[in-house]
């Protein structure tokens, strides 16, 4: 059974580096997430940037590892982010990597959706938790 997760969160990004190439900038930033709502907890994330010379143009991948509770169930899991933006129209994925959940979170899938209005970030987050076999 699918279920629904809903919430907020903060976000720290500590740029770690940065690269000047003709075509895009590379970068790389950590960031750290703390969770309200149906997700209460904290993630660490790694992303790599891209930033075209064309404003609104750039591409990003993450990592991140979520530690808390879902919805009661405690665990941890990883997040994998690809995300795009051409021109100013961003195209997001962020899906659960399969069998990174531990403890009650174990059986763990799904997918992500993040809406950032001016410095507030929420999530919706679509899962579902297969019983053990």
């Known amino acids: 059974m699918t279920a629904h997760a809903t919430g907020t969160f903060e976000v720290k990004m500590e ?3 940065e690269e000047k190439t003709e075509g895009a900038n590379l970068g790389r930033i950590s960031l750290s997430k703390q969770f309200h709502g149906s997700l209460e907890g904290s993630s660490k994330a790694e992303m790599l940037t891209a930033m075209t010379s064309v404003k609104g143009s750039a591409g990003y991948v993450a990592i991140e590892r979520f ?6 169930r405690t665990g941890t899991f990883v997040l994998q982010h690809s995300g795009t933006m051409k021109r ?6 962020i899906t659960i990597v399969p069998d990174s959940g531990t403890e009650q979170l174990t059986g763990l899938s799904g997918k992500m959706t993040v809406e950032v209005s001016g410095e507030k970030h ?3 987050f679509e899962y579902t938790i297969e019983a053990a076999h």
């Open 122 to 124: 929420s999530y919706d």
């Open 88 to 93: 100013g129209l961003p195209q997001l994925m």
């Open 15 to 17: 740029p770690q580096s």
């Open 67 to 72: 530690t808390g509770t879902l919805d009661g």
